[in-house]
C-alpha cells in the first residue's frame, strides 16, 4: 500500500450525491494522504466535479462520510468545512466580475496559518501584481487560472481541490501550471486534480482513480501506470 | 405665465428633497435584491415603521413606562429607529424569508407584499390614516436659509445633506472596501463564497437588516415633512419601485443617481406642466422598459 506511507488528510467513504431527482454519485469511497497528488479521471459528467463539490459542501443532498484529517464534515455549514484548510478553485475559475484582481486575491478568508503572503504572490505571479487594479474578468484565460489559484495559496489551505485548471489553456500555459503544482507538491501541499488533459496529469499524479458512472472503477498508482494504459484508454476514450 | 430661473430652481430643489427619498429607498431595495434575490415589497411598510417609531417614541413611550416626562429626541430616534427596525428586519429573514431563496423571484415578492399589507393593516386599525404630526424637528432646524436664488427651509436643507452623506458612504462601503467585496463577490456568486469559507447566511442576514434599517432612517427623516400615516409607505413605494425599474434592479449606483434625477424631474415638471408632475415618473419608466429594459444602469443578461 503506498497511501500507507502517509498520513490521511481526506477519507471519503460511501458517498452518495444527488441534484434534485438525479443520482450523481453511487458510494465513492477514496482516500488522499497528507502530500499526496491524486487525479480524478473520467469522461465528462462522470461525477468527478460532483466529487470535489461535495468535499466543499456545495452539493445540497448527500450522504455517507467525508472525513478531513479525521474531522467529518457532511454535517458542517458549507462556511465552516474550508477552514479545516481546503483551498478550492472551481471549473469555471470563478473569478469575480465586480472585484479587482486584488480583491479577488484577498477574498477568501486565511484559514490556517502559513499561507502565502500578497507579496510572495505577486513575486510569483507578476502579471497579477500588473494587473492588480483591473476588474477581475478583464483577465485573459491563462491570468484568470493564475488568479484562480494564487487567491488559494493565500489562505493557508493544504488541501488543494483544483477543477479541470488547465482546461482551455494555450500549451506554455499549461506548463507553467504544471511547473507550479510540481512546487506545490515540493512544499508539501495535498493536491486533488480533476483533468481532462491526461498527460498533464500523469507526470505529476502519484495514483490515478478513474470516475465511471458515479463510481470508482479502478484505482492506479503511477508505478502501475504502464502497464494500464490499455485499461484507462478504454474508460477514457482517448 | 413667464417661467423664472428661481421657479425653476426651487421646484428643483424641493425635487430633490424627494429625490433623496427615493434614492436612500431605492438603494435599500437595490442592495436587497443583489444578495437576497427579493424584491422587498415591505420596504414602504418599514419606512413607515421607521417614522412610527420616531412619533411614538417621542409621544408616547415615556407615558407607557410609567415616565411621563421621556421623549424620544429627533436625533436618538435617528438612530433608534433604524436599530429597531432593522432587528425586526432581521427576524423577517432569519424567520420567514431564509425558506424561500431556492424558489423564484416571485414568492419572496408575495410574502414581503403580504407583511406589507398586514403592517399597513395593524397600523390603520390604531392610527389616523390621514396622519398625525411629528412635533419633535430640532430647534436648530427650524426657520430658512438664504440659498441665493430662494429661501430653503433648514430643515429639507438637512435631510438633502445627510441622505447624500447616507448614500454615498453606503456606495463607499459596498464598491471600495473589504466588506463591501465580499457584498458583490456574494451578489456574484454566493456559492463559491460560502465554500471559501465565508459566513454567507450570516452576511445575508445582516444585509436585509441594513437595508432595511436604511428605510426607517428615511421614515424618521421624512417624519417632519410630511405627515405620519400607515399609508405613507404604501404611496411612497410605488414611485421608488418606479425609480428601481428605470435605474435597473441591483446597481447601487444607478438607484441612487436616478432617485435624485427622478426627484428634480419631478420638481421641474411642475413648473412646466404640474398636472403631469406625479406622472412623469412613469412615462419615463416606460420609455425606459421600452428601449432598455435591464434600465439605465442594469446589466443586460
Redesign the interface.
Known sequence: MTESVHKEMLRITDLHAFYGESHILHGINLNVGEGEVVTLLGRNGAGRTTILKSI???VGRRSGSITISGVETTRM???????LGIG?C?EER?I????TVE?NL????V?QGGGMSLQEIYEMFPNLLERRSSMGTRLSGGEQQMLAMARILR?GAKLLLLDEITEGLAPVIVQTLGRLIGALKEKGFTIILVEQNFHFAADLADRHYVIDHGAIAEMITRDELASSMDKLNRYLGV | MEISFQMVMSQVMLGLNNGVFYAILSLGLAVIFGLLNIVNFAHGALYMLGAYVALLGYTSIGPLLGMPDFHLSYWAALIVAPLVVGAFGIVIERTMLRRLYKFDHLYGLLLTFGLALIIQGVFTNFFNVSGDPYEAKPEILSGVVNLGFMMFPKYRLWVIVISLVVCFGTWYVIERTKLGSYLRAGTENPELVKAFGVNVPLMITLTYGYGVALAAFAGVLAAPIYSVSPVMGSEMIITVFAVVVIGGMGSIMGSIVTGLLLGMVEGFTKVVYAPASSTVIFLIMVIVLLVKPAGLFGKES
Open positions: 466543499v459542501g456545495l455549514a458549507t462556511h465552516r468545512i474550508a477552514h478550492y472551481p470563478g469575480f466580475s465586480s472585484l480583491e484577498l477574498l477568501p478568508p484559514v489562505t
